[in-house]
């Protein structure tokens, strides 16, 4: 089977773990999603993740808690998600490692570069978590520069929402969505893909980005065989 890609970083959302439920883990959802990703491992390709907590915590509960505490929690909810997400690809037969970027050796390997990169050589799955374990830097900034890290061909951002547009599609029905995007277009025009510094990081390393619905968790494997689904974000907006 011919794929378009054979190494990518997976970003999934907090929430996207929540299924209808809106918070918290609900299994049969993480089980589909699971599914998924061992079908694109079991096609020979190399899958990193990055997960993050927004079905758990969701930063500062008040403006008289820290900031830096507030993201450190954030931290400790998508080592949560990191290790059930583990879990259920074991069920499935995936051989998978957690490394976290904060360093809780019972529970997961530390973040080691070379180490992650052994792992995706020998056909492991690995989840990163705890997102660059500095506070002030979202998931989407730690699934930008693991993705470098690890040479990626492209970040697979799977969101709600099955494209870019530019508007909210669930609030403006005549909302436009695009097909290809460059990363100017994503500052400048301000739309809301994910920060302006794990942009900038993707831009200044010529990272592709697909953004697309994971309503269908076969989203997943369609994104990696090249199928035409959501918004392809790279240097050049083709």
Same mark, same amino acid.
């Given at each position: 089977?011919?794929?378009?890609?054979?190494?990518?970083?997976?970003?999934?959302?907090?929430?996207?773990?929540?299924?209808?439920?809106?918070?918290?883990?609900?299994?049969?959802?993480?089980?589909? #999603?699971?599914?998924?990703?061992?079908?694109?491992?079991? /096609?020979?390709?190399?899958?990193?993740?990055?997960?993050?907590?927004?079905?758990?915590?969701?930063?500062?509960?008040?403006?008289?808690?820290?900031?830096?505490?507030?993201?450190?929690?954030?931290?400790?909810?998508?080592?949560?998600?990191?290790?059930?997400?583990?879990?259920?690809?074991?069920? +499935?037969?995936?051989?998978?490692?957690?490394?976290?970027?904060?360093? /809780?050796?019972? /529970?997961?390997?530390?973040? #080691?570069?070379?180490?992650?990169?052994?792992?995706?050589?020998?056909?492991?799955?690995? #989840?990163?978590?705890?997102?660059?374990?500095?506070?002030?830097?979202?998931?989407?900034?730690?699934?930008?520069?693991?993705?470098?890290?690890?040479?990626?061909?492209?970040?697979?951002?799977?969101?709600?929402?099955?494209?870019?547009?530019?508007?909210?599609?669930?609030?403006?029905?005549?909302?436009?969505?695009?097909?290809?995007?460059?990363?100017?277009?994503? +500052?400048?025009?301000?739309?809301?893909?994910?920060?302006?510094?794990?942009?900038?990081?993707?831009?200044?390393?010529? /990272?592709?980005?697909?953004?697309?619905?994971?309503?269908?968790?076969?989203?997943?494997?369609?994104?990696?065989?090249?199928?035409? #689904?959501?918004?392809?974000?790279?240097?050049?907006?083709?």
């Amino acid at each position: 089977m011919k794929l378009k890609y054979k190494r990518v970083l997976l970003k999934v959302s907090g929430e996207a773990l929540a299924g209808p439920q809106g918070f918290g883990i609900d299994e049969p959802t993480v089980t589909e #999603i699971s599914r998924n990703i061992k079908k694109i491992s079991d /096609m020979g390709v190399e899958v990193s993740i990055v997960v993050g907590g927004g079905n758990i915590w969701r930063g500062r509960s008040s403006d008289n808690m820290d900031r830096t505490r507030a993201d450190h929690m954030g931290m400790l909810a998508t080592a949560i998600n990191s290790l059930a997400l583990c879990s259920s690809l074991e069920a +499935l037969g995936v051989e998978t490692r957690v490394q976290t970027a904060i360093e /809780m050796r019972q /529970m997961a390997e530390p973040y #080691i570069r070379s180490k992650a990169a052994r792992h995706l050589d020998k056909g492991r799955v690995v #989840i990163f978590g705890c997102g660059t374990g500095n506070p002030f830097m979202s998931t989407d900034t730690a699934a930008a520069l693991r993705a470098v890290e690890m040479e990626v061909d492209v970040i697979l951002l799977a969101k709600k929402v099955d494209a870019v547009y530019d508007s909210d599609p669930a609030i403006n029905p005549n909302a436009k969505r695009y097909t290809n995007l460059s990363f100017s277009d994503i +500052l400048t025009k301000n739309l809301g893909v994910m920060d302006s510094t794990a942009a900038s990081l993707c831009r200044d390393n010529k /990272m592709p980005i697909l953004v697309f619905g994971l309503n269908d968790p076969e989203n997943i494997v369609r994104a990696v065989k090249g199928e035409k #689904i959501g918004t392809l974000v790279n240097y050049e907006g083709k």
